[in-house]
C-alpha cells in the first residue's frame, strides 16, 4: 500500500512537493485555500514569472541573504537546470535574459501553472481548491487535519507548504505559522522582504515617478555602510522603490525596522569627484550667461534641478559664471551623494517576499522534516530563508518542495 501524503499549500513549493511525492508512487493530496492553484506564482514578475536563473548552481546560494547554507541539500538534489528541464518538459518552453533571468518564452505566468498543472494531473495527484485548513496534528502514526468546513483528512506524511504574508490578496495569511508552532516549532520573527521603503524628506514626492537608472546607491547606519550597489532606482510619493531599492531592503532592512538609516544616492558614478567638477565646469563654460536654473537639464533629469538647486543653496536666478568654486563643491557633494533618509519598509502588501518563518535549527536540511515531528516538513517562503531578486526566490521554491516530496515518498 502507497504511502499517503498530504501537501497544505498549491503554490510553487507546494506543487513541486506534490509532483516529487508523487512521482515516487505515493497518493498525494493537495489541499488549496484559493480558487485555483498557484495565484501567487500568476502575479510573480509582474505577470511574467521568473521561474529561476541560469547562472552556475554555485553561484545561486551568492544570491541567498538568509541561511543559505541550509540550503545546500535541497538545491543540489533540485538545482536550476533540473528546474528548467522540469518545465521544457512539461510544455512550457523558456527563455534566458539579461542577468540570468529564466521566463517562459510566453511571457505569461499562467504558462508555468499550466505546466504544473499538467504534471499532477499525469501524476494523478488529488487536487481539492477552496479549503482552508482549519487545525492539524498528530495522532499516534498519523496526521490529522480539519479544514474550516469541518472536513477531516489524515496521511501518514504531511508537508506545509502554506507560504508567508507577502501578498495576503493571494490568501498569504501566516496560517503555516501557526500549524508550526502547534507542533512546537520556534518562528522567526517576519518582515517583509523585497519591498520598497517609506522616506523622511519633503522634496521626495516632488520626484514621483522619476526613475534613475544606472545610480550607486549607498545606505550606512552612522558609519557603518550597509549596503552599497548600483542598478536603478524609482522615486514614488511616499519614498523609494525600484529593483536596487528592493535588494536594499533585504540586506538592510532588519535594521531599518528598528531605526532610521541613511541613504546617499551616486547619480555620476562612472565620474569621481574631480572629473565631475570638470564636467560642471565645461557645462557652465558653454553656458556661461545662462542662470544655474537653467544650466543643469544636461547635468540631470528636469524633475530632479529643482531639488537639487533647493539643496545646494545656489541662488537659481545667478549666473553661472558667478558661481564660486565652494558653490561648486556643493553641487558636486550633492550629485555624488544625493541625500535620503529611509524611516521604514512599506508593508505586507507589496512586499514579494516574506522574511522570516519555520527556524532552520529545527529542520533536517537533507530532508527538508521536521527534528520534533517525525514525517512533517516544510517547504518554500514559510522557512527562514530568503533571496534576492532574479528567480533566486523561486529557486528556493523548487528545491525545498521537491526535496521534501521526495523525503516524504521514501
Given at each position: ?38 495565484k ?26 538568509k541561511?543559505?547554507k ?18 521544457e ?24 501553472i ?36 469541518g ?40 518582515s ?21 537608472k ?73 553656458n ?6 537653467n ?72 530532508a ?43
Amino acid at each position: 500500500m502507497s504511502k499517503e501524503i498530504i501537501v497544505a499549500g498549491g503554490g510553487a513549493a507546494g506543487m513541486m512537493a506534490a509532483v516529487a511525492a508523487a512521482e515516487l508512487g505515493c497518493s498525494v493530496l493537495l489541499l488549496e485555500r484559493n480558487e485555483k492553484l498557484g495565484k501567487k506564482l500568476y502575479i510573480t514578475g509582474k505577470g511574467r514569472c521568473n521561474v529561476t536563473n541560469a547562472c552556475d548552481t554555485k553561484e545561486l546560494f551568492e544570491h541567498m541573504i538568509k541561511n543559505p547554507k541550509f540550503m545546500y541539500s535541497a538545491v543540489y538534489t533540485y538545482d536550476n537546470f533540473r528546474v528548467m528541464d522540469f518545465f521544457e518538459k512539461n510544455g512550457v518552453p523558456l527563455k534566458t535574459e539579461r542577468g540570468g533571468r529564466v521566463f517562459p518564452v510566453s511571457d505569461h505566468s499562467s504558462d508555468v501553472i499550466r505546466g504544473l498543472e499538467r504534471a499532477l494531473k499525469r501524476l494523478n495527484v488529488k487536487v481539492k481548491l477552496g479549503t482552508r485548513i482549519a487545525s492539524c496534528e498528530k495522532i499516534k502514526d498519523r496526521f490529522q487535519l480539519k479544514d474550516t468546513s469541518g472536513n477531516s483528512y489524515a496521511s501518514d506524511k504531511l508537508i506545509l507548504a502554506t507560504g508567508g504574508l507577502s501578498y495576503p490578496s493571494t490568501g498569504s495569511s501566516g496560517d503555516g505559522y501557526l500549524f508550526a508552532e502547534a507542533f512546537g516549532h520556534t518562528i522567526i520573527s517576519q518582515s517583509p522582504g523585497l519591498v520598497a521603503m517609506n522616506t523622511q524628506e519633503d522634496y521626495i514626492p516632488k520626484l514621483q515617478g522619476l526613475s534613475l537608472k544606472n545610480v550607486r546607491a549607498v545606505i550606512s547606519d552612522e558609519d557603518k555602510v550597509l549596503y552599497d550597489d548600483f542598478g536603478e532606482l524609482m522615486f514614488t510619493h511616499y519614498g523609494v522603490s525600484g529593483p536596487l531599492m528592493l535588494r536594499a531592503s533585504s540586506i538592510a532592512g532588519s535594521r531599518l525596522i528598528k531605526k532610521a538609516l541613511k541613504l546617499r544616492i551616486d547619480l555620476k558614478p562612472a565620474l569621481d569627484r574631480q572629473q565631475l567638477d570638470k564636467r560642471i565646469l565645461r557645462d557652465f563654460e558653454e553656458n556661461h550667461n545662462k542662470q544655474f536654473k537653467n544650466a543643469l537639464n544636461r547635468l540631470m533629469p528636469s524633475k530632479l534641478i529643482p531639488v537639487v538647486i533647493e539643496l545646494s543653496k545656489i541662488f537659481p536666478d545667478k549666473k553661472v559664471n558667478e558661481i564660486t568654486k565652494e558653490e561648486r563643491k556643493r553641487l558636486v557633494d550633492i550629485m555624488k551623494g544625493f541625500p535620503v533618509t529611509l524611516i521604514s519598509l512599506r508593508g505586507f502588501d507589496e512586499a514579494v517576499i516574506t522574511r522570516g518563518g519555520v527556524n532552520v535549527k529545527e529542520m533536517n536540511p537533507s530532508a527538508m522534516e521536521s527534528k520534533l515531528v517525525e514525517g512533517l516538513y516544510f517547504a518554500g517562503e514559510l522557512i527562514d530563508v530568503d533571496a534576492l531578486t532574479g528567480g533566486f526566490n523561486l529557486q528556493i521554491a523548487w528545491s525545498s518542495g521537491y526535496l521534501a516530496g521526495m523525503s516524504a515518498a521514501e
